[in-house]
């Protein structure tokens, strides 16, 4: 089944908004503790990068709209294939402080395209 766009942007948006509930206030080591979470924090980062790989791949231009596209899948690249380890601060980092835009770049297309 071939997704739309707007699928895999909602994708990016809902499972962002999974990551930044995950990651909550809670510090690194909290994180860490709590192996579930810690796994939900990373697969649900994984899965923005994905969609949004997915979503770049149907339409390239959409980086004019959403720059912040490309470092969701860089992102997702490094957690997947360990080309350099993270530490769950430098996650919890980008949720808090890179995530927000992203969500909000996609947020306002999403409702461009539904216009």
Do not use: C, W
Request: aromatic share 2%; no cysteine; charged share 30%.
């Amino acid at each position: 089944m071939t997704r739309t766009v707007a699928e895999l942007l909602q994708d990016v948006l809902d499972y962002g908004r999974e990551a930044r509930a995950a990651v909550g206030d809670l510090e690194p080591d909290a994180i860490l503790a709590e192996r579930f979470r810690e796994h939900s924090v990373l697969r649900t980062v994984q899965i923005v990068g994905e969609a949004a790989a997915q979503a770049l791949k149907l339409d390239p231009g959409l980086t004019d709209s959403i720059p912040d596209l490309r470092r969701a899948i860089s992102l997702r690249n490094i957690l997947v294939h360990g080309y350099v380890k993270l530490r769950m601060d430098e996650v919890v980092h980008i949720v808090r402080n890179d995530l927000p835009d992203l969500l909000a770049q996609v947020e306002r297309l999403l409702g461009e395209l539904r216009e």
